[in-house]
């Protein structure tokens, strides 16, 4: 029988722990602490994450019922709930944000694989979008958003090869989304798919002139004259595929260059749409195409809040905030990695339903996901009489 180290501190092991700690001595996490340090701080979290733990008590209660095992979680001290409390008020969230960028540049490459077809085969492409989560406004009267309500916004700039994201910052509700641009720093040659709302000439033309290029939806008051038009294979749903010049006074003057614009019907929900890039030379297909796969970060944001505890949080302080955030994030990341590392075949929705019922079972994480066959053999000389010949 296998007696060693449980599920979870084997999934502890993804963590880099040396840069972890340089992470921990930036910001002086443990500053004046004797026994509940930023590691005991953050694995606690992650084990809330990982077995929905919905609130600070519920958590005091489960790990104070498995005390003896809490030493082989790598936990060195009974968790109190004002002890965790005054750790997520306290200890500054940028410690698990730098933890989640080195995570997310372990996890990259790992994703860099995944194929968008033989045009994009060396191109790099992001989803950028952003996802409200409503809160108390009595209890979080920082988060600003309306006057009756509280909201804050995950601003997420995603990899579309393995849906891992490299750029999030939290704001408040009522920032809106395409001021997270400005926040961004483009990288020349990759492809940025945003939907309509990030439709910003002047934006768009920072973009351009970093020779990076962008892939959006045109509202339908956009004012353009049409330069040249190219011609389209009309039975895939395009309609048309022209090169357009702004007419508009202040679009124009934000945008003085040449923009392409492709309409297109979807063929199965028979929606047209409207794209707009400064890319002139792939496909206008694949341009649509491409489009498509920004639902991947609507996924996303869909996925999170169903499996991670950010909807409902444990303090009600912005510093608690963006801790539970990040370390929700972190254990995303770390499942991510695992999974590819360990070469498992499920989805990462299956891979936590698994962990959170097994996190302290004692035998080796791959053969949790192993799934044998059992066959009951028949015995044709059973010890019970036969009841009819």
């Known amino acids: ?24 001595r930036r910001y002086q996490g443990n500053r004046k602490v004797k026994q509940f340090t930023c590691l005991d701080q953050f694995r606690v979290m992650a ?6 733990r919905q609130s600070l008590r519920d958590i005091e ?11 082989h979680m790598g936990i060195g001290s009974l968790v109190s709930r ?12 940028r410690i698990y944000a730098d933890l989640t960028q080195i995570l997310i540049n372990k996890a990259r490459p790992l994703y860099a694989d995944e194929d968008f077809g033989e045009q994009l085969r060396q191109a790099t492409l992001y989803a950028l979008d952003a996802s409200t989560i409503d809160l108390c406004l009595s209890l979080f009267p920082w988060a600003h958003f309306r006057k009756t309500k509280a909201a804050i916004k995950l601003h997420t700039l995603m990899d579309m090869r393995g849906n891992i994201p490299t750029f999030i910052h939290v704001s408040e509700g009522k920032l809106h989304d395409v001021n997270a641009m400005d926040l961004l720093i483009p990288e020349p040659g990759a492809f940025y798919v945003m939907d309509r709302g ?13 020779h990076a290029f962008f892939v959006t939806r045109a509202k339908s008051n956009l004012q353009c004259r ?6 389209v ?12 010049c702004l007419t508009s006074f202040y679009p124009a003057r934000h945008y003085p260059q040449p923009l392409r614009r492709i309409r297109y019907i979807d063929p199965v929900t028979d929606k047209r749409f409207v794209f707009l890039t400064n890319h002139f030379d792939l496909p206008a297909l694949t341009i649509a195409q491409l489009y498509k796969a920004r639902w991947r970060i609507e996924l996303f944001f869909k996925w999170i809040k169903q499996h991670l505890r950010i909807k409902a949080f444990y303090g009600t302080s912005l510093n608690a905030v963006q801790t539970q955030i990040w370390i929700a994030i972190t254990t995303y990341l770390l499942v991510a990695i695992l999974k590819k590392e360990l070469n498992l075949q499920q989805d990462l929705y299956t891979i936590l339903q698994v962990l959170s019922v097994c996190v302290f079972e004692k035998t080796p994480i791959l053969q949790v996901f192993l799934n044998p066959t ?3 053999e028949k015995d044709t000389f059973a010890n019970q009489l036969r009841l009819f010949d």
């Open 82 to 93: 004002n002890t965790l409390a005054n750790a997520n008020e306290m200890r500054d969230w």
């Open 226 to 231: 049409r330069r040249y038009s190219h011609p």
């Open 233 to 244: 294979d009309k039975t895939t749903g395009l309609i048309c595929d022209q090169t357009i």
């Open 198 to 210: 990030y439709l910003d000439f002047a934006r768009l033309f920072t973009l351009h002139q970093t």
């Open 1 to 24: 029988m296998y007696a060693g180290r449980t599920i979870f501190s084997q999934i502890m092991d993804v963590l880099p722990l040396r840069r972890f700690h340089t992470c921990v």
């Open 374 to 376: 059992h066959t009951i």
């Open 61 to 71: 209660v489960c790990l104070r019922a498995i005390g003896p095992k809490l030493y």
């Open 47 to 52: 084990f809330a994450q990982l077995t929905y």
